[in-house]
């Protein structure tokens, strides 16, 4: 598939890839909407003291950090939630918080964060500090043990050390002014020793006072304590509307996306020239779009509004059909589908107007012996038709034939309808009728039933010059094109290629020009609406069946 033909695809089903991603916003939308704001608050604790020690070693640090690791898993166990529950009053069962408590370790540090999630903002911040709280009094450092009589003893022996370190600068000092008023040699050795004796006394007491607040205050590995308590929330985590819709908004729109694919590859009707050429080996001789009107007298285009991009098609349809039978002359040609309603009465009565129209003597024969409708096109009576002129002995068609209001254009309609149309189109006074009609027309068009429905086409295909297959676009599937042609291949029907009818300009990817008039007392006035040119302005048929032509008759003197 080529790059143009994706666009295509996502063109065609536009539609569908809109609806999808409108609908997946919109219910991401309303449902981000109706769900209750969550909110999150966030507690810092610290395992060990690293940050007071001034030269903390490696140990430390790494029995810190592994301490961390276990005090983030008790925090979501039972005896710490349960702690908060019980001490915060929730009334609720422990597990209840389970899923809303999360424990994130900061990579390389004795850092944790505990964070609490919960729909109202001052709860979640109370939980995670209350959590911190509770796990400080799992932890050695506790107060009720930071309470200890031991404790006590060290910090009263700290307060007197404190104290005589004091007394002893003081009397330092004293004995430094009496040093300085000192004049006798005797009197200064003593002082100058008693001061060494004070300063060695001073130097115990700091060298004591150092251990204990070391002892008190120091690094102590296993210690919890909180570093950045919890603030209440603002903006709320979850649900993040703006996010939530432009996810579903991508999601939408890959699988609506991927749904047009997908249709289009379980899609195997005929929608594309390309697909006739690759489907069934026939050129494409003409494309036509989709003929507006009411009723099927209003569809005849080509005589209404001959100027109209329609009825250019049809006449690009009549040249491409002229340059495929180059090589004979085309006096007899047969119209038929594969299914019905697909368009062929309309475009033999289109085809037969423009042949007119170029002077052409025209002659369309209905031989639709079930359900024949090209009397209702040209508004002309079917009583008496070809069922009539078969009936005679030697079939004459004149007194039968009907003219148009278009010149050189006259119709044979069906007639009665007989019990046994196919039998009727393979005898013998078929066969007369088409050669005496052939002296009195250029050129003779034969309408038929759909030609897998029953066999009239199959049965006709075999006595005239060519047959045209009309395709409904987007409704012919591929394989009973296929069946219809080698169907009537095999009768030793000669076709010469498709004409892709009731053509989408939307898939096409082409606009087009609209013509239509005004009621009575405006006639030939035309308004137009803007659009680009006619398909078939694209189509490279005439250049193919050149090239064919040539290749075919190389040699033979034709060019």
Known sequence: MELRQY?????????????????????????????????????????????????????????????????????????????VVDALGLGIPYEWLQGQVHVNLIENTQLMEIKVMDTDPLRAKVIADELARQLILQSPTGPEKQQSQYRQFTESQIEDLQGK???????????????????????????QAQMAALQNKLNTYQTNLAQLLNFFQGSATNYVEVVEPATVPTTPISPRTTLNVLLAATVGLILAVGAAFLLEYLDDTIKTPDDISQALDLFTLGAVTRIEGENIEDKLVTADHPRSPISEAYRVLRTNLQFSAVDKPLK??????????????????????????????????????????????????????????????????????????????????????????????????????????????????????????????????????????VVDAGACRRGLAVHAVEGLSKVGGNVLGAVLNKLSPRGAGYYYYYYYYSKEGEQGKRHKRKSSRSPLASLPVLGSVIKRFRAKNTGNGVE
């Open 7 to 83: 666009f295509a695809v996502i063109w065609k089903w536009l539609w569908l890839i809109l609806l999808g991603t409108a609908v997946a916003t919109g219910l991401s939308y309303y449902t981000s909407r109706s769900m209750s704001p969550i909110y999150q608050a966030s507690t810092t604790v610290m395992v060990g003291q690293s940050l007071q020690n001034t030269n903390p070693s490696t140990a430390d640090l790494w029995t810190s950090e592994r301490l961390a690791q276990t005090y983030a898993e008790m925090v979501k166990r039972q005896p710490i939630l349960q702690g």
């Open 165 to 191: 370190i004091q007394t002893t600068q003081e009397e330092m000092q004293q004995l430094q002014e009496a040093i300085d008023a000192e004049t006798s040699a005797t009197g200064l050795a003593n002082k």
């Open 332 to 469: 007899t040609l047969l119209v038929t589908s594969a299914n019905p309603i697909e368009g062929k009465s309309l475009t033999i009565a289109n085809l037969g107007v423009v042949m007119a129209q170029a002077g052409l003597s025209v002659v369309i024969v209905d031989t639709d012996l079930r359900r024949p409708v090209l009397h209702r096109i040209f508004q002309l009576t079917k009583e008496d038709g070809l069922t009539n002129t078969l009936l005679q002995g030697s079939p004459n068609p004149d007194g039968y034939l009907q003219a148009t209001e278009v010149e050189n254009l006259r119709v044979l309609t069906s007639g009665p309808l007989p019990p046994n149309p196919s039998e009727l189109l393979g005898s013998e006074r078929m066969s007369r009728l088409i050669e005496h009609l052939k002296g009195q027309a250029d050129i003779l068009l034969f309408d038929s039933p759909p030609c897998l429905a029953v066999t009239d086409a199959a049965v006709l295909s075999s006595q005239v010059d060519g047959v045209l297959l």
